[in-house]
């Protein structure tokens, strides 16, 4: 990302402009600060910082709430659907093996994707200005 596009999107966080979404969805997959995109958005694992090291953006708006957790099994629970078919069906594997090679990807997969999807829906929300992620004249007018 080059350095006209970072100032267009400090300028349109200070201006009340629209915000790019596409980007910030990109940082927040990347777990980095929305505006900036290059402070880290996580404290952890799961938790957000209350605000940006590097831009001072505040971030403890968020409120990402269960939405990570629902995509994370959406997601994880179509992906193993055909491992579970084709492994059944191809190599008839004894049951107790199928199952535990079939959660630890599972769990695998799970653990990868949560804070991923955590820092996707941070990033849109910022991108949005929802939850408090608006300019302070704008948040009064919310009310």
Request: with cysteine; hydrophobic share 40%; aromatic share 10%.
């Amino acid at each position: 990302m080059d350095a006209s596009t970072t100032a267009d999107m400090a300028r349109a966080a200070d201006t009340g402009d629209e915000r790019p979404v596409k980007p910030a969805l990109w940082r927040g997959w990347r777990r980095r600060c929305p505006q900036c995109g290059t402070g880290p958005l996580m404290e952890s694992y799961l938790k957000v910082r209350d605000h940006c090291p590097v831009c001072n953006e505040e971030l403890h708006h968020q409120r990402a709430d269960d939405g990570p957790a629902y995509l994370t099994i959406l997601v994880v629970g179509h992906l193993m659907v055909p491992f579970f078919h084709f492994g059944f069906t191809i190599f008839r594997p004894d049951p107790m093996v199928l199952f535990s090679v079939l959660s630890i990807i599972a769990v695998a997969i799970g653990l990868y994707l949560l804070p991923r999807f955590k820092g996707l829906l941070v990033g849109v929300q910022w991108a949005k200005r929802m939850h408090g992620f608006a300019p302070p004249e704008q948040r009064q007018e919310q009310v």
